[in-house]
């Protein structure tokens, strides 16, 4: 998965409690996403981020913030998780440089997110 | 909205058989990429087909493109058990860096 790591990989947490999930890479690509994958619905962007400290939304950011203090890291947080969270997140890299570039995607392995 | 659809959304195959899938999109891209996903994995980048071309090979993979039906396809030849997965394909937004994808065709491949 491309050295890229997401923790945890399982998390059953309770409605309106925050939750933080963690994407960590080791290639030092500049752009980091992170996805929810539902049925019916494929893979929609959450955030992205394409620096440190420099983030933005995507088609699906209610409830969500993130953040990316280092190059390597960037968290996802529901602040109060619903049960309407309850999903798959994926984190995806990409590199700096031209558009090729930067649009091929490297996904971790994911997280599963049950919020009862 | 989702900007690509893939179409169908399940294929069952024999082995050794020829696998088609098809994406249609809304707006003008700048490339169009496919990613594979098995189950309970990341997504796997497959092939990406610039605007200005209209097919591209890689391995048993053959993708085109047709900007003016808006439309693409990705052929597997000679089909394995092992291409069993989920594939999607991912258009470009105008900023570059992120990507719209797909609801995905699930491919089943029987030995």
């Known amino acids: 998965d491309a050295g890229i790591t997401q923790s945890p990989r399982h998390k059953v947490t309770e409605t309106g409690t925050p939750v933080t999930l963690r994407c960590h890479q080791t290639?030092?690509?500049?752009?980091m996403y992170w996805y929810r994958q539902d049925p019916g619905h494929g893979l929609r962007l959450i955030h992205y981020?394409?620096?440190?400290?420099?983030?933005d939304k995507g088609e699906v950011s209610d409830g969500y913030s993130v953040s990316r203090s280092k190059t390597e890291d960037f968290l996802l947080t529901l602040e109060s998780a619903t049960s309407s969270q309850t999903s798959v997140y994926f984190c995806?890299?990409?590199?700096?440089?031209?558009?090729?570039?930067?649009?091929?995607?490297?996904f971790g392995a994911g997280t599963r997110l049950s919020v009862l | 909205s989702q900007q690509g659809e893939e179409d169908p959304q399940a294929l069952s195959i024999q082995e050794g058989e020829n696998a088609t899938m098809n994406c249609s999109y809304k707006?003008?891209?700048?490339?169009l990429q496919w990613y594979r996903q098995n189950s309970g994995r990341g997504l796997v980048h497959l092939i990406l087909?610039?605007?200005?071309?209209r097919e591209k090979h890689s391995g048993r993979l053959r993708v085109t493109l047709d900007t003016s039906k808006k439309s693409s396809s990705l052929l597997i030849t000679a089909s394995r058990a092992a291409d069993t997965a989920s594939y999607f394909c991912?258009?470009?937004?105008?900023?570059?860096?992120?990507?719209?994808f797909g609801e995905g065709t699930q491919l089943t491949v029987n030995p």
């Open positions: 995806a890299i990409s590199e700096s440089g031209d558009r090729i570039a930067k649009n091929i995607q490297y």
């Open positions: 290639e030092n690509h500049r752009y």
């Open positions: 087909i610039r605007s200005n071309e």
């Open positions: 707006t003008s891209i700048n490339n």
């Open positions: 991912a258009t470009d937004s105008t900023s570059g860096s992120r990507l719209t």
């Open positions: 981020s394409y620096g440190v400290k420099d983030t």
